[in-house]
Every structure is written in C-alpha cells, then in structure tokens.
C-alpha cells in the first residue's frame, strides 16, 4: 500500500510540476520583433557588458557561508558572457530601457493581476563548442515569477529542472548551499527543455531551478531576455487561476 502511495503522490507531483508553465508564441509585432533583434546583435552601438566568472550569477555578489563560496560551479558549467540589465531590483534603469519598454508591457500583460517588474536582464552566449547546461540557479530568493524571452532561433536549450528551492528550508545562505550541493552531487533531474524560439516566451515559477545552456552548431550566439516578476497581492499565483477569481474582468493596471 505504502508503494502504490508513493508512485500515486509521485505522479502527483510530477503532473503538478509539469503544469506550472506558460508558452506565448509570436508574442511581438515582426517589425519591433525585427528590430529589438538588430539592436541586441551589434546595431545602434548597444552595449554588452562581460561577465569573466559564470554568465548564471549576477556580477558583484559574493555569497559565503563559512568557508564556502556559494557560487562557484564545476568548470563544465561555468560559461562566460555578456549581459545588460534593463532594470535591476533596486530600481535603477538603463539608459537603453525605453526600447525594451513595449517588451516588457507584452510580459506585464501576461498576469491578470497587478505585479511589479522585479529585474529585467539581457542575456549573450556565444559558442564556445560546450555541449553542456550552465549552472543550475534562481534569479531571486523572494517569490516571483521568472519570464525568458527569444530574440532569435538558436540552439543551447533552456532547462528546466524538478528541484525547487524551498523559502522554508532555512536562510538564504543555507538555501544556496544546499543547492550548490545538489549541483556538485549530480542531483538536478530535467523536467522540461525549452527550445530559443524567435519571439517566444515562457513563463515559470522563480523558484525552480533552472539553468541556460550555450548555442552549439551553427548558432554563433543566443540572446535571451530574463524577466522577475513579483504580484502586489501574495496570494496571486499566475500557475493557479483560482487565486485571481476574485479579479474578474475589468483591466488590470500595472
């Protein structure tokens, strides 16, 4: 009994999991689509900014508990990269937003309930011959909903993984080390891939693990858009429409 339990509660969780995520296709105009794509590959002199430690982490953190540095990653998943942020959580902004502006109202108007925009952060990959994920991360400790936009089809696939970070389990230190030590033991299982897809956005928890991977073949780079996105009301969860009833609907003004 106990067995048949466990494979009904493992399916269970299984099936809950694979529910908690959006696809919107085709989610801009070709011809703003058209050129988002020619500033984020060199055009207009955007800029990209070098990350020389591992693309996964925001540069400038220094996360250790006791001895240990909670963000160093085995070397077959640790990638250099370029990013720009749009917008970083303490409400700074780039000088180079507005152009992102109409991108970033087509994420707000996914949610049929008020959020505020958390982080919105350019992601560059180029080919470096790796065939491997990068390091298996969360963008934020506080919950959120994570979006990632394509700008172009690419190959290096964005996974998905069954592990979650648990707010319960402990502080935020002990909750990077615990997921450090996943990563280092070989513990993280896929749960989905996720293919670049021009103009494609999806839609997942913020506290699911995940982790990019770098274009391989043909494809010299993959440029992605990472969205945080935080409700005004905690109970809001866009994954469970039962807790947005109560919206009806009127317009939702973000």
Same mark, same amino acid.
């Given at each position: 009994?106990?067995?048949?339990?466990?494979?009904?509660?493992?399916? #269970?969780?299984?099936?809950?999991?694979?529910?908690?995520?959006? +696809?919107?296709?085709?989610?801009?105009?070709?011809?703003?689509?058209?050129?988002? +794509? +020619?500033?984020?590959? %060199?055009?207009?002199? #955007?800029?990209?900014?070098?990350?020389?430690?591992?693309?996964?982490?925001?540069?400038?953190?220094?996360?250790?508990?006791?001895?240990?540095?909670?963000?160093?990653?085995?070397?077959? *998943?640790?990638?250099?990269?370029?990013? !720009?942020?749009?917008?970083?959580?303490?409400?700074? *902004?780039?000088?180079?937003?507005?152009?992102?502006?109409?991108?970033?109202?087509?994420?707000?108007? +996914? #949610?049929?309930?008020?959020?505020?925009?958390?982080?919105?952060?350019?992601?560059?990959?180029?080919?470096? %011959? =790796?065939?491997?994920?990068? /390091? /298996? !991360?969360?963008? !934020?400790?506080?919950?959120?909903?994570? %979006?990632?936009?394509?700008?172009?089809?690419?190959? %290096?696939?964005?996974?998905?993984?069954?592990? #979650?970070?648990?707010?319960?389990?402990?502080?935020?230190?002990?909750?990077?080390?615990?997921?450090?030590?996943?990563?280092?033991?070989? *513990?993280?299982?896929?749960?989905?891939?996720? =293919?670049? *897809?021009?103009? =494609?956005?999806?839609?997942?928890?913020?506290?699911?693990?995940? /982790?990019?991977?770098?274009?391989?073949?043909?494809?010299?780079?993959?440029?992605?858009?990472?969205?945080?996105?935080?409700?005004?009301?905690?109970?809001?969860?866009?994954?469970?429409?039962?807790?947005?009833?109560?919206?009806?609907?009127?317009?939702?003004? !973000?």
């Amino acid at each position: 009994i106990e067995y048949h339990y466990h494979l009904i509660y493992t399916h #269970f969780l299984i099936s809950y999991v694979m529910t908690k995520f959006i +696809q919107r296709d085709n989610l801009l105009t070709p011809a703003y689509l058209s050129r988002l +794509q +020619q500033m984020v590959s %060199g055009m207009n002199g #955007f800029p990209w900014y070098f990350i020389s430690t591992d693309v996964s982490y925001p540069p400038g953190d220094n996360f250790i508990f006791g001895d240990v540095a909670l963000m160093d990653c085995p070397d077959e *998943e640790a990638t250099i990269g370029f990013t !720009h942020v749009l917008l970083d959580q303490n409400g700074q *902004e780039s000088p180079w937003l507005h152009h992102f502006n109409a991108l970033v109202d087509h994420v707000l108007d +996914q #949610f049929p309930f008020p959020v505020k925009m958390l982080r919105v952060r350019l992601s560059l990959l180029v080919n470096n %011959g =790796k065939d491997h994920h990068n /390091a /298996a !991360h969360t963008d !934020h400790e506080d919950p959120h909903t994570t %979006g990632l936009f394509y700008f172009e089809d690419a190959t %290096g696939n964005t996974h998905l993984f069954e592990q #979650f970070d648990d707010p319960n389990y402990g502080t935020v230190d002990e909750r990077w080390l615990k997921g450090k030590n996943m990563m280092l033991n070989h *513990e993280y299982t896929v749960n989905r891939l996720i =293919k670049p *897809e021009a103009n =494609k956005l999806v839609l997942f928890p913020g506290n699911q693990y995940h /982790a990019s991977s770098t274009p391989t073949g043909k494809s010299k780079y993959r440029v992605t858009c990472n969205f945080n996105v935080v409700p005004l009301n905690d109970k809001h969860d866009i994954f469970d429409p039962t807790t947005y009833e109560d919206i009806g609907n009127e317009a939702v003004v !973000h």
